[in-house]
């Protein structure tokens, strides 16, 4: 996907980019490239592969849920950001927190946000287990977001303590989204969420499959959640 096709792309599930965000976009590309050759970031490097499946991939939670205003929105495991960053570029007020257990992209992240002139984003070194026992941060997020992390028997245990009530955990996930779910569900539950909707959709030109999973925070997560930093990704909520 070249530059004018993502910005296309976007334009035809309504979201415009101006020229400053087309120019974050580029710059964004070119600061993911160079800290790739110092760190391991990502595997995909090339320019239509990044529109593709990063940047385009990461926006399209926003044709299933509404990212406009000042939201507050926590991405557990960014990585090199993510899906927010992208989704910050598109929606200016969100207000950002990212948090990931790598000091490494942490840095990379704090140096991206500089150079591509972001405000109100935040970011924290620390576990998802951790983090989400923190009182600060506990149960404030209007939406918590996580893409290609863990499985959601794992990665729900990560983000319902995060979200509010009556906020949106959202997953995005590739294929098989179903069996994960199914998987889940009692987890999901416990956690204090319920099931809203699976949107299935393919990316374009590659046609993968791909699922934006949302879960509504109903009750307040039990105290006792999450977990200890691994005991989530070892022993699953069954």
Known sequence: MK???????????????NEKQKEQFAEY???????????N?????????????????SISAAFYHNFTGNLT???VGAGAGFP???LKICFPDLNITIVD???KRIHFLNQLAAQLSLKNVTFHHDRAENF???KQFRETFDIVISRAVARMSVLSELCLPLTRKNGVFLAMKGQHADAEINDAQNAITILGGDLDTIHTFQLPEENSERS?????????TPRKYPRKPGLPNKSPIT
């Open 73 to 75: 929105i926590c991405d």
């Open 84 to 86: 927010s960053i992208p």
């Open 101 to 103: 257990s790598l000091q």
């Open 3 to 17: 530059p004018e096709q993502f910005v296309n792309a976007l334009n035809e599930q309504g979201i415009s980019l």
């Open 212 to 220: 934006i999973i949302l879960i509504h925070k109903n009750r307040k």
């Open 41 to 57: 970031l990502t595997a995909i490097t090339s320019e239509h592969d990044v529109y593709l499946k990063h940047f385009y991939d």
């Open 132 to 134: 989400g026992k923190n």
């Open 29 to 39: 590309f070119q600061i993911l490239v160079e800290w790739n050759q110092k760190i």
